[in-house]
């Protein structure tokens, strides 16, 4: 197939880009999420993820909307061997097309975009084809943000909550900085193996008992965001969604692993800032609290171990189940979803074998994946536009350092959600071949290719920098639920970014030096 569009031709007119103007839905909906619980009269609505949902669903509609009605696109014509792009009245969504294959790879035989020219029988493309107009390129957005990135992100991130909410890990031990230094070191090195969500869904609850003595906790639970709800799963794919999509275009399963250095320089300086702020938090904690912390103490045990199972379940199908690949060690390639349909298969298992008393010991409901559910569906269709404008200018940005990559996929996985912006960067780094760069192919770009260190730095940046803000990744809006389910006062989104600029960005920097450079 071929789409040639206005930007491929110079001397047609530019390819359009979406105003500026048209970026308000996605800064509305995150104004919301900031600005909702901190006002009396919208705190209490704000709380429903029925709220959540209507404002999410209302921003939605305007950007739809917005592409509904706007007016330009392109018509192909073939005229002696030569195709020349026109203006017509409607055009999909630049990087709906090229742009969006890192994701809809996982989705073979997916409908093709509007505007997408067929080859005929006999190979040639046809005399003239207008790119559909209207409500076909409304359809083509929901395509591409519903179904090829919505469905498989929450598919992935319900799984691991479910499945790690049948998993109890019991007991009440005494709340010292090592104890909880412990639990999040390993709580990171878990993340990796069972997926961020995972992860955070198995420790959370135990590490908020362990500490519901104590008085200063918020710091805990920012440290346990930082290194268990992100950082931490930057070793395999399965890890965080990032690293699954760029799985999905063609990136090997175990690539991730050669990231190790960056994860043990991360974590490793976190754990140690973590040491010394709980340590100055635990000499400061009243008298009262530390002696009902020491006398309020039962064993570790962990319940629930048949869930281990369906986690490995879900892995499997993850590493395995690519459309667009082969099952190993045959020819047979996985029907469109089935991986997302396996998936759930590993859900209803593990609801049919656990117990239901120990999801009621674990505190478990759906209000936490509720709430990522209601506020991502506005997110993925309002970022679409914001996401259409970097597809279109971004190898015009003047990027080609790692450092560079690094910084722009970071700042924007910070308020943009990481997995799409690891998308847009990832397609906007396969356009480039920089001199003595060694280069990975094939993968789903335009050149085929991707310069292995932008990769790297597009992977950190994304992962790392999705702590920043509570909508940077998935299960950091999950954990702050969980947090303030059981009583502890989470700051707010603003609040909570002073955490990051103090610590996280300064570890950035370092780490920049030290790898990116």
Not at 390 to 398: K, N
Not at 470 to 480: E, H, R, T
Not at 486 to 507: E, H, N, Q, R
Request: glycine share 8%; hydrophobic share 55%; aromatic share 12%.
């Amino acid at each position: 197939m071929m789409l040639l569009t206005l930007a491929q031709h110079a001397a047609e007119p530019e390819q359009y880009v979406p105003h500026v103007f048209w970026v308000w839905p996605f800064v509305a909906i995150l104004l919301s999420i900031a600005v909702f619980p901190l006002m009396r009269r919208t705190h209490h609505w704000w709380e429903e993820n029925r709220s959540k949902l209507i404002v999410a669903l209302i921003l939605a509609a305007v950007t739809l909307l917005y592409y509904g009605f706007r007016g330009v696109g392109v018509v192909q014509h073939h005229e002696g061997g030569a195709a020349h792009a026109a203006e017509t009245h409607e055009q999909p969504p630049a990087g709906h097309e090229a742009g969006a294959h890192a994701v809809e790879a996982g989705h073979a035989g997916a409908p093709a975009a509007p505007g997408e020219t067929a080859m005929s029988a006999a190979g040639e493309a046809p005399a003239e084809r207008r790119t559909p107009a209207g409500w076909r390129t409304v359809l083509a957005v929901l395509h591409h943000a519903v179904l090829a990135e919505y469905v498989p992100f929450l598919t992935l991130l319900f799984s691991l909550y479910v499945i790690a909410g049948g998993i109890v890990v019991r007991g009440d031990v005494r709340a010292t900085p090592t104890v909880n230094t412990a639990i999040l070191g390993i709580g990171a090195l878990l993340a990796s193996f069972i997926g961020t969500t995972g992860a955070a869904m198995v420790l959370i609850r135990f590490l908020l008992k362990t500490n519901s003595e104590r008085t200063r906790k918020v710091h805990t639970v920012v440290f346990f965001i930082f290194l268990v709800a992100n950082i931490g799963g930057t070793l395999l794919p399965i890890g965080d969604p990032p690293l699954f999509l760029g799985y999905l275009a063609g990136v090997d399963f175990f690539w991730t692993l050669r990231l190790w250095k960056e994860w043990v320089f991360m974590v490793g300086l976190l754990l140690v800032v973590y040491y010394a702020w709980d340590s100055w938090a635990y000499k400061h904690e009243p008298e009262p609290a530390i002696r009902l912390d020491d006398t309020q103490r039962q064993p570790m045990r962990i319940a629930g171990l048949i869930n281990i199972v369906w986690l490995l379940g879900v892995v499997a199908a993850v590493a395995t189940l690519d459309p667009a690949k082969p099952f190993p060690g045959t020819q047979w390639h996985a029907w469109p979803y089935f991986r997302e349909i396996v998936q759930l298969a590993m859900v209803g298992l593990s609801l049919l074998t656990t117990s239901k008393a120990l999801r009621v010991e674990n505190q478990f409901n759906y209000v936490a994946i509720g709430e990522v559910a209601c506020l991502f569906i506005g997110i993925f269709i309002t970022m679409q536009v914001p996401i259409e404008i970097l597809q279109t200018e971004g190898p015009a940005l003047g990027l080609s350092q790692p450092w560079h990559f690094f910084w722009a996929t970071g700042m924007l996985s910070s308020f943009l959600d990481n997995a799409p912006t690891y998308v847009v960067y990832f397609a906007t780094a396969g356009t480039l071949a920089p001199p003595g760069m060694e280069l990975m192919a094939p993968v789903k770009t335009a050149t085929g290719a991707i310069p292995v260190p932008l990769l790297v730095a597009i992977s950190c940046g994304a992962v790392f920098m999705g702590a920043n803000t509570y909508i940077g990744n998935g299960p950091n809006f999950m954990v702050k639920a969980i947090a303030e389910q059981s009583g502890v006062k989470m700051p707010s989104f603003f609040g909570y970014m002073i955490y990051p600029l103090m610590i996280l960005i300064p570890a950035f920097i370092l780490l920049t030096l030290v790898f990116m450079m």
